[in-house]
């Protein structure tokens, strides 16, 4: 269970609203019908005859019973499975007031005390709010300039790619075409009895691939990643 998409069920973490069971699969069961009545119905002639029928009503009596307790077993499943989008509906709303809580607002507590413009528990508070809008303005233009940086990035090493794997391709093509050259060559030498008049081609050095750009290599404080990125494009 642990390694399923119900591994959360097992988990020592709190389960979250975005936890989800998987999906249940009920089984279209067919109505209760009379079964083999032609046959229980008939007048057993000789011992074995009454006995097989009987033998027939019992277990035509147990497979009853089992779609009944099946049945029985689905409906519970499909209630208790609505019950839970129910429960999950209400954890995730307390989720958002929960996230709603831990916003910061602004306000500042005196524990009930009278509030004075010009005492310093005052200043401070709306500094300390100030500074916090400002780390999150700051934080938000950062990582707007690291996404930037990292599509531009990505551009560039796309079209790199692209390069490499055509010139690699030539390349290959090019040597391709040169062993099957040496392959005729060297029949042909088995044939006169001699040595082939070159040796068989090696096979040239591909370009390598270069790192790929993440977008973890952006956000983070790197002061060189600038320099980096400008003889990167030099190249």
Same mark, same amino acid.
């Given at each position: 269970?642990?390694?399923? %998409? ?7 973490? +709190? ?7 998987? +999906? ?6 067919s ?5 083999d009545?032609?046959?229980l119905?008939?007048? +057993? ?20 019973? /089992?779609? $009944? ?6 409906? =519970?499943?499909?209630? /208790?499975s &609505? ?12 989720e958002? #007031?929960?996230?709603?809580? $831990?916003? !910061?607002?602004? !306000?500042?507590? &005196? ?21 916090? =809008? ?8 950062t #990582? ?13 090493? !796309? ?5 490499? $794997? /055509?010139?690699?391709?030539?390349? !290959? %093509? *090019? ?5 099957k050259?040496?392959?005729?060559? *060297? ?9 082939? *008049?070159?040796? #068989? ?21 790197? +002061? %060189? %990643? ?10």
């Amino acid at each position: 269970l642990a390694t399923t %998409s119900a591994s959360f069920l097992v988990s020592d973490s +709190p389960i979250r609203s975005t936890s989800i069971l998987p +999906p249940i699969f009920t089984t279209i069961m067919s109505p209760p019908t009379q079964r083999d009545t032609t046959i229980l119905d008939a007048e +057993p002639i000789t011992e074995l005859e009454a006995k097989l029928q009987e033998a027939l009503r019992t277990s035509n009596m147990i497979i009853e019973a /089992q779609k $009944k307790i099946m049945g029985g077993m689905q409906a =519970q499943t499909v209630l /208790q499975s &609505m019950y839970l989008e129910g429960v999950r509906g209400q954890l995730q709303g307390q989720e958002v #007031k929960e996230a709603k809580k $831990k916003r !910061k607002t602004g !306000k500042i507590n &005196m524990d009930g005390r009278a509030k004075v413009l010009t005492q310093d528990d005052i200043i401070e508070g709306v500094q300390e709010w100030q500074d916090g =809008q400002d780390k999150a303005v700051a934080d938000a233009a950062t #990582k707007k300039q690291a996404k930037e940086k990292y599509t531009a990035a990505m551009d560039i090493w !796309k079209v790199r790619e692209i390069d490499r $794997k /055509q010139r690699n391709g030539t390349l !290959k %093509s *090019r040597w391709d075409k040169d062993v099957k050259a040496w392959n005729v060559e *060297r029949d042909d030498a088995k044939i006169g009895h001699r040595k082939p *008049r070159w040796t #068989k081609p090696k096979m040239p050095a591909m370009g390598k691939a270069t790192r790929r750009p993440t977008l973890a290599y952006y956000t983070t404080e790197n +002061p %060189s %990643s600038d320099e980096e990125e400008e003889e990167e494009e030099e190249e």
